[in-house]
């Protein structure tokens, strides 16, 4: 199983930007499909942006055109760089493994969440 750690969170300014980074292990990382997810105080965990294993990406509406999510399969390193800031946007921010529902459409996390890392835009 991939084992995940999130970094790059901090305190920034609306209008500002910052790049989270996941540091994954695992021999088959490659082959995994994976995303970001968000959680604020009160509201519950929300999917932001997903990238499969063929670079294929996708992202919420909410943060579309202001975020975007990459990774680096020799480092076993998936980002998330975030510009245009803006105060809803804080929250934790984690990532993890996530897999297709063909039924469904939707994408489900299919690993253990990890700390996470915080991130917090001021007005």
């Known amino acids: 199983q991939v084992q995940l750690v999130e970094s790059g969170g901090g305190l920034v300014q609306a209008g500002g930007s910052l790049r989270l980074s996941c540091a994954a292990s695992?021999?088959?990382?490659?082959?995994?499909?994976m995303g970001w997810y968000r959680q604020a105080p009160g509201k519950q965990r929300e999917l932001v942006a997903v990238?499969?294993?063929?670079?294929?990406?996708n992202y919420a509406d909410s943060v579309k055109g202001r975020f975007t999510i990459s990774r680096d399969n020799a480092k076993n390193t998936v980002v998330l760089q975030m510009n245009s800031l803006k105060p809803e946007d804080t929250a934790v921010y984690y990532c993890?493994?996530?897999?297709?529902?063909?039924?469904?459409?939707?994408?489900?996390?299919?690993?253990?969440w990890g700390q996470g890392t915080q991130v917090t835009v001021s007005s």
């Open positions: 990238i499969t294993r063929g670079g294929s990406t």
């Open positions: 695992g021999s088959i990382f490659r082959l995994k499909d």
């Open positions: 993890n493994v996530v897999i297709l529902s063909s039924g469904s459409g939707n994408y489900y996390p299919d690993g253990r």
